[in-house]
């Protein structure tokens, strides 16, 4: 039998927050876009913010999961036309954009990852 994730597109996704935002961004989140990731067939693996300055005051890093490379533009495309989406990015950003510059990797998983996915 096929390993499922052997097809499974990670991405790696680095998010630059301008100054003073990351806190912004980390509420919406929280609060809202993992669950328009999940509903868009965006798997939430972890997230992470970084512990040493300069980085840990403006950056967010996640990975997420695709059933695929192709999925993951079916995803994508699908989660930015979202009216909900939309809504919840121009309200977060009322008071000014959030995120300067997003550094987005795919990777494929090597057959002696150990982690369990």
Known sequence: MADPSAETAF??????CYEGK???LLKRFRDHTTKLF???????????????DPAKSNTLIYIIAHPSREAAAANWKAFQADPEW?????KSEANGKIV????STYMTKTDFSNFGL
């Open 11 to 16: 991405e790696l996704r680095v998010y630059h």
């Open 38 to 52: 999940e509903k868009h067939g965006i798997k939430n693996i972890a997230y992470w913010t970084p512990m040493d």
């Open 22 to 24: 990351l806190p912004d």
């Open 100 to 103: 300067e510059k997003v550094d």
């Open 86 to 90: 939309i809504s919840v990015r121009d």
